[in-house]
């Protein structure tokens, strides 16, 4: 079966970090790239980052431009979101969306990123 599936979210003192783990499956599945959202509460669903599996470019929305980086490990299908410096604005689910080279785009359940003041 397809899936996506992330971890590593959690309840953070602002100014702390994290680190978000997303895993596609199976091992087998050519991956185009990989991708992060996030839906805080109230609001609509937004790009986070992106990052390209087979040449490795990322882009990132403007507003987490030097505060997250996303990052990939081809081997194991998983891909990285690093945040730094966050904020209580940077509460939210922070989505996984892997899209193959042939099929479906897949979305994860999210996992809950918590920052508190």
């Known amino acids: 079966q397809e899936q996506v599936v992330e971890s590593g979210g959690g309840l953070v003192e602002a100014g702390g970090s994290l680190r978000l783990s997303c895993v596609a499956s199976?091992?087998?599945?050519?991956?185009?790239?990989m991708a992060w959202s996030r839906q805080a509460p109230g609001k609509e669903r937004e790009f986070v980052a992106r990052v390209n599996w087979i040449f490795g470019r990322t882009n990132n929305s403007d507003d987490v431009k030097g505060r997250f980086t996303i990052s990939k490990d081809n081997a194991k299908n998983t891909v990285f979101l690093d945040m730094k410096g966050l904020k209580p604005e940077h509460t939210a689910i922070y989505y996984c969306?892997?899209?193959?080279?042939?099929?479906?785009?897949?979305w994860g359940q999210g996992t809950q990123v918590t920052v508190s003041t």
């Open positions: 199976p091992r087998s599945l050519s991956i185009a790239d």
């Open positions: 969306t892997a899209k193959p080279l042939i099929g479906r785009e897949l």
